[in-house]
């Protein structure tokens, strides 16, 4: 099962940017989808964005229009572009995985989060 360690959090004031990055522990393995999720202190884990195998692409309603969920296809990192940051986006963001084994066996992998803090 791959492994995911994301970065790129941190503080940034609002109307800014940031670009968060998930590295898999190797380049070579199938998936579903890969996704970021987000979570806020006192508040359930959030979907933000996912990206099929197929390269099509969803969002939650709140961040459509200001982040853009990416994969490089040499390194196959997944990047979270986030734009128009304002406090609301504050929250630990985790990269999620469910790959394929074998012939056609899931599994769930997750990284262990970047924090993002969105404030003057």
């Known amino acids: 099962q791959v492994q995911l360690v994301e970065s790129g959090g941190g503080l940034v004031q609002p109307g800014g940017s940031l670009t968060l990055a998930c590295t898999p522990s190797?380049?070579?393995?199938?998936?579903?989808?890969m996704d970021w999720y987000r979570q806020a202190p006192g508040k359930p884990r959030e979907l933000v964005a996912t990206?099929?195998?197929?390269?099509?692409?969803n969002y939650v309603d709140s961040v459509a229009g200001r982040f853009t969920i990416s994969r490089d296809s040499a390194s196959k990192i997944l990047y979270l572009q986030m734009n128009s940051l304002n406090p609301e986006d504050t929250a630990t963001y985790s990269c999620?995985?469910?790959?394929?084994?074998?012939?056609?066996?899931?599994?769930?992998?997750w990284g262990q989060g970047t924090q993002v803090i969105v404030s003057l």
């Open positions: 999620h995985v469910l790959g394929i084994l074998g012939f056609a066996n899931e599994y769930h992998s």
């Open positions: 190797t380049r070579d393995f199938r998936f579903y989808t």
């Open positions: 990206l099929r195998a197929d390269g099509t692409t």
